[in-house]
């Protein structure tokens, strides 16, 4: 493991009963040609066996004693990081570590690099499609948010603006909080094409319940920048 200076990446994989996607996506990552890098395995209070498949590869385990939510699980692996690069990759399979090089090769002109989907048949159901589209036409519309996938499991930042955004959430709507502050902050976006798999295993997005959820949080956020619009238009006059 190397020292704190000599890390550029850190790899953050939250995973919540992922025994069977999480084996491919840690041998694919400890293969990645990258000259200083992390790999940081966040287990969300796992029943199965993800733990112990971690303890197998080369990788930092940090273990939740209960499930806690996928943002709960990313805020632990960016507090416990080294690299002044961060990249979030889920467990499932669903995407290949092979972008990687080149999201981290990006974040040299960008602050964040989002690995936008090119769905393939059956790789993710149809409601599941349609509302990341809802959720990327709110977004667009609300923030400007310019990323095309908002919702990725796929993508990098620098970790220096993730330290600024002092996130909240715990849950799904991790994704779209990093979007709309990275908006509001007038960061630099790039939006890199990549392919998607069938995850591994079962999901545990909900698609009604969870889409009401991040739909909710973004009209929460909306409201709150535009009474801060209004608090500092009143401070000008």
């Known amino acids: 493991?190397?020292?704190?200076?000599?890390?550029?990446?850190?790899?953050?994989v939250?995973?919540?009963?992922e025994e069977r996607g999480l084996p491919i996506v840690l041998d694919e990552l400890t293969h990645l040609p990258l000259s200083s890098f992390e790999i940081i395995v966040v287990d969300d209070g796992s029943t199965?066996?993800?733990?112990?498949?971690?303890?197998?590869f080369p990788c930092r385990l940090i273990s939740h004693a209960e499930n806690q939510g996928k943002g709960a699980a990313m805020r632990t692996g960016i507090a416990a990081s080294r690299g002044r690069k961060i990249i979030f990759i889920d467990a499932d399979g669903s995407f290949s570590a092979s972008s990687i090089p080149h999201i981290v090769a990006l974040l040299d002109s960008y602050d964040v690099v989002v690995g936008c989907r090119a769905f393939?048949?059956?790789?993710i159901r149809m409601l599941n499609r349609l509302g990341n589209l809802l959720i990327w036409m709110f977004l667009r519309f609300l923030f400007g948010v310019s990323s095309r996938d908002p919702l990725s499991g796929l993508f990098?930042?620098?970790k220096e603006h993730l330290l600024k955004m002092e996130?909240?959430?715990?849950?799904?709507?991790?994704?779209?909080?990093i979007h709309i502050k990275a908006a509001l902050m007038k960061l630099k976006v790039a939006n890199l094409p990549i392919p998607c798999h069938p995850r591994i295993?079962?999901?545990?997005l909900s698609p009604f319940r969870d889409g009401y959820r991040i739909l909710k949080f973004t009209l929460k956020?909306?409201?709150k920048a535009r009474r801060r619009q209004v608090e500092q238009e009143r401070e000008i006059r």
Do not use: C, Q, W
Not at 14 to 17: E, G, R, S, T, V
Not at 48 to 56: F, P, S, Y
Not at 120 to 123: A, L, P, Q, T, Y
């Open 1 to 12: 493991m190397k020292n704190n200076s000599e890390v550029e990446v850190s790899i953050i």
């Open 14 to 17: 939250p995973a919540y009963n």
């Open 48 to 56: 199965d066996g993800t733990a112990l498949v971690a303890k197998r």
């Open 120 to 123: 393939e048949r059956g790789s």
């Open 156 to 158: 990098g930042i620098r």
């Open 167 to 177: 996130l909240e959430s715990t849950g799904f709507t991790i994704e779209t909080e």
């Open 201 to 204: 295993g079962e999901s545990k």
């Open 221 to 223: 956020h909306a409201l």
